[in-house]
């Protein structure tokens, strides 16, 4: 089976957290325990438990493996998750706010009750099987998502935006092609994506406030205070700062303004990017890492452009008779740029595995359909039913984008892997779980 790399783990981690505490978690007072101790946290045998679990629910190969092998490989993925994680709270450059950790927290929590049924139903089954409130869920969420960012946002640092190319994907495909999870309820999606804009009047005048702020940085004032009282960003309360990229890991208007400037520069005009006016300063720079601050002024569309631009998208909607129409609107229109040329083909997706917005906005439609403009944070959407299967194997034809993404996990251990290795060195680590292999098999495991 393929490699589970910490990149993997976090997705399993955010995509079943809801599924390990209402499944697993009554398993924590069975098999209570300390598994291994990592930098002085402990890990409970039952979070071992849970991530077998989980694990187990996203790779039949892994199911197949006995207990004990499972437990094994188990402990050793989150001893490498904590020891990340020890190594993300020692770099003083990595920062998460706890506004955004509640934010991707309730974006879980939303998808947790959408698969329980409402919070009614969730609260009754977290009750029943760990004995638990929906307020100490949502905080053992956030608590997830934070560590869960501070690990993403070390990889990006160390490792950057790795990206395989198509000889690595067919290579990883030949070589794991049995081990790939079976999707059952499939959908396969097309959309067009058209983005609502300000009107220029608004766009004017989010202009004009960044270029008074331009105008103030001339004439001394702190670049840390004016980002504190002005920027619209969650980053303005560390003054502005972002911390260390790669690369290619940035907005691509953001980065073209930033790697123009040199340390302790400023921006001369706003950058524009679809969010709205930055002002960018570079702190530092080494080889091809960039550490920047800015002070954002947002962009915000008025309710009469947000209207505008679903009728736009409505009027196009009904001129598409046939797969091939959608295609070309695609192709002529969307303004997403990773699926505009494959005609706004979006892939295969699992259905209960679609973000809410989407599931709600497909799972009436019959094959062949076209749902009405959704939308989705700064677009309009239109979503097209292509096909719908009750259970396939991934291809590489027809999933290559998700297979795609299994070679850049991969890719992406071999790369850290090492760095892990290394780190472990100098973090105490204790794996205890040989201590408990006598009770497995007492319990005929």
Avoid at 384 to 409: G, I, T
């Amino acid at each position: 089976m393929p490699p589970t790399t910490p990149r993997l783990i976090e997705r399993t981690f955010a995509i079943a957290a809801a599924a390990l505490w209402i499944g697993a978690h009554a398993a924590r007072t069975s098999v209570d325990g300390i598994a291994a101790v990592v930098d002085g946290t402990p890990i409970l045998l039952s979070e071992v438990e849970e991530f077998r679990q989980a694990l187990g629910a996203q790779r039949p190969g892994f199911a197949a493996l006995p207990p004990a092998e499972q437990r094994t490989t188990a402990v050793e993925r989150l001893i490498d998750e904590k020891v990340l994680l020890a190594k993300a709270r020692q770099d003083t450059t990595i920062k998460v706010s706890e506004q955004d950790a509640s934010t991707r927290a309730d974006e879980m929590f939303a998808r947790a009750a959408e698969q329980q049924g409402g919070e009614k139903q969730l609260e009754l089954a977290l009750r029943q099987t760990a004995g638990m409130s929906l307020g100490q869920f949502k905080a053992r969420l956030v608590e997830q998502m934070r560590d869960q960012m501070m690990r993403q946002k070390l990889q990006m640092k160390f490792v950057g935006d790795v990206e395989p190319s198509q000889l690595q994907v067919q290579d990883f495909f030949r070589a794991y092609a049995d081990s790939m999870p079976v999707q059952k309820d499939g959908v396969r999606l097309s959309h067009i994506q058209w983005r609502v804009k300000a009107n220029a009047k608004i766009d004017a005048t989010a202009r004009a406030k960044a270029e008074g702020l331009i105008a103030r940085l001339d004439r001394g004032e702190s670049f840390a205070d004016l980002a504190k009282s002005q920027s619209e960003d969650f980053s303005s309360k560390d003054g502005g700062d972002l911390g260390y990229t790669k690369r290619g890991t940035l907005d691509p208007d953001f980065e073209r303004g930033a790697f123009a400037l040199d340390a302790g520069d400023y921006t001369p005009r706003p950058v524009r990017t679809r969010y709205g006016y930055h002002i960018i300063r570079v702190t530092s720079k080494k080889d091809n890492e960039i550490r920047t601050a800015h002070i954002l002024v947002k962009v915000v569309p008025s309710t009469e452009d947000i209207a505008r631009a679903r009728a736009f998208l409505d009027s196009v909607r009904l001129t598409l008779k046939s797969s091939a129409d959608f295609a070309t609107a695609a192709r002529a229109l969307s303004e997403d740029k990773k699926t505009r040329e494959q005609g706004g083909d979006l892939g295969w997706f699992q259905k209960d595995q679609l973000d809410p917005s989407y599931k709600d906005a497909v799972d009436s439609l019959a094959e062949g359909a076209i749902g009405g403009p959704l939308l989705l944070g700064d677009s309009w959407h239109l979503f097209r039913v292509d096909h719908k299967a009750a259970e396939r194997k991934l291809s590489l034809e027809e999933d290559y984008a998700q297979v795609a993404a299994f070679a850049k996990e991969w890719l992406v251990t071999q790369k850290l892997g090492g760095l892990v290795k290394k780190w472990r060195e100098h973090v105490h680590v204790e794996n205890r779980l040989a201590q408990f292999r006598n009770s497995e098999a007492t319990s005929g495991e």
